[in-house]
T-cell receptor, first 112, second 115 residues
Framework: GQQVMQIPQYQHVQEGEDFTTYCNSSTTLSNIQWYKQRPGGHPVFLIQLVKSGEVKKQKRLTFQFGEAKKNSSLHITATQTTDVGTYFCAHLRTSGTYKYIFGTGTRLKVLA | EPEVTQTPSHQVTQMGQEVILRCVPISNHLYFYWYRQILGQKVEFLVS????????KSEIFDDQFSVERPDGSNFTLKIRSTKLEDSAMYFCANTLRGRITDTQYFGPGTRLTVL
């Protein structure tokens, strides 16, 4: 079935450093969503992207959807300890039925 | 901020027993989902539910699983005969409609431990 891969699987950064996670699909995606899951918590929706080449910003977070709509990235500038968690991309498949396919996730640890 | 609630927060059961996990979605939302997350792993889609019927289910969602919305508010996931490998966090989620621009809201989850 359709899979969405994320790299890296884990990332440890020093507080203040930047962080990027990448989401890749072998097929064209009509949309991509990003979620953050704090340790012990539930996924929290961050943003959705639907247009080719789309870039959206939320404070220190920058989200990008690739031109070919097969990949996406989340970049965090100047990480803080509050950024700790696992970041998932997800795709809503709407070909007649509704199914969210989540990426494998990137676990971010920020060292103070 | 709208909120999805789930009960119980933690369920411990013996292998072979039936469990029912409960969710109260956001009131005007129409699309409902159940997910499973084994510790440290990714969020896995189990089933989507719309208009009182299953829209799609994954290969994980076998005959041991069922969902229903018995009273128009609660949304339940039943596992008839639990197995050790059913131990995981179970999240319900909902969206207002089924559009790609919808925000998907997750509940806090139920941790299921099968002994």
């Amino acid at each position: 079935g359709q899979q969405v891969m994320q790299i890296p699987q884990y990332q440890h950064v020093q507080e203040g450093e930047d962080f990027t996670t990448y989401c890749n699909s072998s097929t064209t995606l009509s949309n991509i969503q990003w979620y953050k899951q704090r340790p012990g918590g539930h996924p929290v929706f961050l943003i959705q992207l639907v247009k080719s080449g789309e870039v959206k910003k939320q404070k220190r977070l920058t989200f990008q959807f690739g031109e070919a709509k097969k990949n996406s990235s989340l970049h965090i500038t100047a990480t803080q300890t509050t950024d700790v968690g696992t970041y998932f991309c997800a795709h809503l498949r709407t070909s007649g039925t509704y199914k969210y396919i989540f990426g494998t996730g990137t676990r971010l640890k920020v060292l103070a | 901020e709208p909120e999805v609630t789930q009960t119980p927060s933690h369920q411990v059961t013996q292998m072979g027993q039936e469990v029912i996990l409960r969710c109260v979605p956001i009131s005007n939302h129409l699309y409902f989902y159940w997910y499973r997350q084994i510790l440290g792993q990714k969020v896995e889609f189990l089933v989507s539910f719309y208009n009182n019927e299953i829209s799609e289910k994954s290969e994980i969602f076998d005959d041991q699983f069922s969902v229903e919305r018995p009273d128009g508010s609660n949304f339940t996931l039943k596992i008839r005969s639990t197995k050790l490998e059913d131990s995981a966090m179970y999240f319900c989620a909902n969206t207002l409609r089924g559009r790609i621009t919808d925000t998907q809201y997750f509940g806090p989850g139920t941790r299921l431990t099968v002994l």
